[in-house]
């Protein structure tokens, strides 16, 4: 039945083909789960609420596919999105499954590989541009390296960089209108991957030839694997007018690439994230890059997909609590005054000639440990 | 006696005061070695050859001393330099550790401590002036929180902004000729601090009003602290010309900072390291900000610094090798041919026509264990 | 005012003298909150409701105090606990902060060293019994490395046990009536420390001549800093019978130690122990062992301690509405046939013997992300 | 062509047959490398010098063979094995392919599940006892957990201990003369899997019914992975008599299962391990539980096998020159003098009214900065 937390359209809600369809195949077991075709994955997602679906080029058409059977393959898929009311917000390509892309796509030493990743791209594009989507995201899953023999760093960043210009140049070329979302990850599938965080691509982009075109995707594992804040990593990709896309899922430091259901390792750090997309007015999808555990049969995936939905609408719940909270408020209530800080000849003199009170700032306590712990209770639901 | 590995002016090799005059305090432990006065510091280095000596404004000058206490205590250091032969490339300031800082600095909710942190940095700044630094380090070591409750990460960003941008241009307007190095660190002494990792810094830079005044000083134990490849950070920056500065040093992954003697942790990734900025032609310093163990009385500190500079020589002697080894080159011959990926619709219909042999692509071994098997056994000097 | 979540004495809540007494030095910045004497720790402990309060041997009498001193101190400090219904659970010492153990106590290479250890813990045994303790804990922060190079590590081993045979030795000699506690941690402020995880500790009481005297104080910070799952580790000790005593706190994986309030790194984490402690009948002390953020002044220490407490009632209460669910207890239902398993020729030749559905087994939907999100529901109050 | 690095026999080197045979599938690509037929593998392994092969049941013989196919395979593997000069000292059951232990195999909720598990271990018990195996490694793979609501943990350690009991006792039942080897890992394929660490077990060990045959099989990347000095968990179960096996590969810390080359992450840690084996005169197996990197061929996989067993030998040759290092050796030379720590009465006056020169003790450098020099250059032949 529905209730307060059941996902509507406005919430941009959407799920990856790889994620609802994640058969459970993992580095020490065989799958688990039966193939659940991108037509019955749609079903399902119009089934449970969500509002948009995303792929990779071979979620949905076969690397070996035919041109006929390619577009016989991309006619069901639009007319089953159709059907369920599900859009396409955004498209990506697989450069990781295929042996071929064992050292790398764009930034491989082989100029074969690297010219067969930017076909494949190109044509990636052509399927997500004629699905609708304005997205296109680039995870470079397999541009890393187990040893630093193999090739100098900087050498993989130029080879990445004429890569991004050239697919820039494409969609310019075919009017597609893309945004580029660039994601990044530390490691795994590679012993290292080049551009570890989501601040390494913030870097790069300002060396592009159209950066105007280029943002992020940042995945709330790939900066938790590495122990990083993930909501400061957003922030700064907001702030800079680059955070196109996002995926949500969930991910304990340090280990392996989890996926897990959004929110059920982190939730006070999903709480803040939640927060910080809804007070800033992120207008983007919100997309769920997880995978149901391999405990579950496809009636769990559908509970799964659900769960992080549920979550996320929760969490919205909360933070509108917190921003409305009057003892909160009145400890965010900023101390000190807001001069002006624009460099001048004036401004510097005044400044330098100030005399600070050092000690009695120092002595001023701030009442964070009461702000948590409250914000601990509202997010508890006790408050 | 000297040998191949006796450091010389002409290898940049500089110290931090703080790092030579580390008396070893820890969160669980009290101080272990009596105090080493700066010009003491600078008599040490003098001694066992390095070449520079770097300093925060309270190494040398007291939070508290008068401007008559200042001028004496900086005319007797400039002296001792120059009794040393030792240089003073960079200079920092110190902004975590007086509890005024204790929420930060730049960042800080209090405007107050804004400006103090201004005000502090531009008197830094003359002091690295006078002293002929070129470069001003910027490590924001309680720039962050504990919690996110209080205050936006994209605040923080935008007060970060301003205080750059307020002290390049006090750098202009003086004419110091600094390039600022910003130094990223994911955490301690806060939970997280703002600009996780290098890269988080390179994005942040683009945003500035003098991008061109402003680069990074990564150090190693900050990436390795997140498990981040610091290789990889460092040849982005160096890519991007921002390599301004570096910090060597030591550091085990997912752990509190330890600072190292160099190479001591991981010898492998130093030496990739070495090996880049040998290759590259990286002239910066090469600084090591690193601490003796606190088992070591000032002997053992002397110890520790050669240490560093010892192995940072073995280890490019080593490159060399590596440089040099005629299979290692064969194993290195790049595959396939370098067609050029500048776009056009030429080049796009040609690259949409081809045909890519994608099995026998796939097929070919790269040879990758072999050649880090080579570059296991030249750095343990058995080839 | 006070509400279902107000202490009371019989939750056996205690704290340390030097986690509210904590001053907020750390690596990188000076103190920034005034001393805290024992009995005024005490009078606030029993202000906010606390049960007991422990203490190493310095935090209550100073390394250098005279006999007399001493024993000035103890009657006041007993008189304070008297006076504000306090009582103590546990003692312990500090061998650690002083520089004479920078290499080490019980297992340093100095004879003398490890002499001085066993004397002044002895000592510490006495004070613990005169003020009432039961429980001696013993966590050896600075048995450990930072190069391997110092001592074989089994060697480490050896005096270790050494060492705590002759203490349950001499408190059977004074009839004290300890139980050990022994504290493992993997690393800071050493490298490395011996005996890195509460497993590892389980496995040396093994070999110690009084195992019986001896159990395990696990602490939530020192497993999560290695990234393990606390609860495990916990649930293994208890189910050996060695869970005499917990240190909780929070703490982010893979970094320096935190000390966070409890609850408010991983609240799911502290849920799922707080449900296991009440759900075995835990009977011991729940000790909060951890400190205020350095943004605080006494009065933000008080909330902090009262986080703790508050937070650990919650969850408790969380915990037995989890299992009065119902839903929850019906996807809990084990499935399958327990089948006895104790060996006999019979039930070997039976077990060989049987066929199994291999497939079927493999087929069922274990329904665990529901199980998992209706926890998540419970938690956050919306259930 | 051989040198003082060509493996022999009495090296004891051994590998299992999924490392050589590692195909190179990963979470996110595919397949590299065609099958390696057992017996090929044996004829690689007896090519490169290897001295033995380890197996699960399932690397030898499918799960859904027939009695009459099992023999069958059996009898050519081991004709193999005689015709290359390759013993087979070590077997082990796979408990974590096969979608049946999807949520574990011993600590399954489903008792049916167990009971397969506990059949599927006997015969792989059969097939190792008729291969000449005298170890039985058990690795738990799947006993864990991605959500604690599943099952309480101690209910786990429980069923784990009946399991390997009833092992125990099928083993002396059948006079097999299995010593068994647990092997933990702390996440990974599970989110975390019980008995995290070599510590857990040696805890574990000491419960069963039958401790004396019953050790450890540590593994250098589980205990990396969770960044643990793998030195110390080695040296403790050695000390106690627990170390029956061990895995040799390599791993950077915090992140998914390398299984890299021995050596080639971390060759200091790598180092003092072999040193502390052959110091100590282990005379079990050295397995290579590792494999090679996706980019290799077969030839490749070859390169990658020598490479451990040269690592190895380079190492330990290492290991002879450090010992015999005169200064090394006189910088070691303990400190004190070891006055016995046998508890008695009069022990007990004695060291109550000992003074000791607490600042006397604390001011000598121990000189382990200079050691751990020596060491790295030692490691990095140039001494």
């Given at each position: ?262 929110g059920s390792a982190n939730v006070k750090a999903a709480f803040w994230l939640v927060k910080f997309l ?106």
């Amino acid at each position: 039945m529905p209730d307060a937390y059941t996902p509507r359209p406005e919430d941009k809600f959407s799920f990856g083909l790889w994620t609802v369809g994640n058969r459970g195949r993992d580095p020490f077991g065989d799958i688990v789960r039966d193939p659940l075709a991108p037509i019955d994955a749609v079903a399902m997602l119009g089934e449970i609420g969500a509002w948009g679906v995303n792929l990779h080029d071979n979620d949905l058409v076969p690397i070996d596919a035919t041109p006929a059977e390619r577009d016989r393959i991309v006619t069901e898929f639009k007319a089953a999105c159709q059907r369920h009311g599900v859009v396409v917000p955004m498209a990506t390509v697989n450069l990781f499954f295929d042996p071929v892309f064992r050292d790398g796509a764009f930034t491989s030493n082989d100029a074969n590989v690297r010219s067969y990743a930017l076909q494949k791209t190109m044509r990636a594009m052509d399927l997500g541009a004629e699905l609708g989507a304005r997205i296109f995201v680039l995870w470079g899953g397999r541009e890393g390296t187990e040893t630093d023999a193999c090739r100098r760093p900087d050498v993989a960043v130029k080879r990445l960089r004429e890569a991004v210009n050239y697919l820039c140049d494409y969609s310019l070329d075919r009017k597609y209108g893309f945004t580029f979302a660039l994601e990044a990850k530390p490691n795994e599938p590679r012993g290292d991957i080049y551009m570890a965080t989501t601040g390494a691509y913030l870097g790069f982009i300002a060396t592009l030839d159209h950066p105007e075109m280029v943002g992020v995707n940042p995945e709330v594992a790939h900066e938790q694997m590495a122990g990083l804040n993930f909501l400061h990593a957003v922030a700064q990709a907001w702030e800079a007018g680059k955070l196109v896309h996002i995926d949500l899922n969930d991910q304990a430091p340090g280990r392996y690439d989890q996926d897990f259901r959004f929110g059920s390792a982190n939730v006070k750090a999903a709480f803040w994230l939640v927060k910080f997309l809804e007070d800033v007015g992120y207008a983007g999808p919100r997309h769920f890059d997880a995978h149901a555990y391999r405990t579950e049969d496809h009636e769990g995936v559908k509970e799964f997909a659900r769960g992080c939905m549920r979550t996320y609408l929760i969490l919205r719940e909360r933070a509108k609590q917190w921003n409305a909270d009057a003892e909160i408020q009145s400890l965010l209530a900023e101390s000190g005054t807001n001069d002006p800080t624009r460099y001048s000849p004036a401004h510097r003199d005044q400044l330098l000639g100030r005399q600070f009170d050092r000690a009695g700032l120092a002595r001023k306590g701030l009442a964070y440990e009461r702000l948590d712990q409250l914000t601990m209770e509202v997010l508890l639901g006790v408050r």
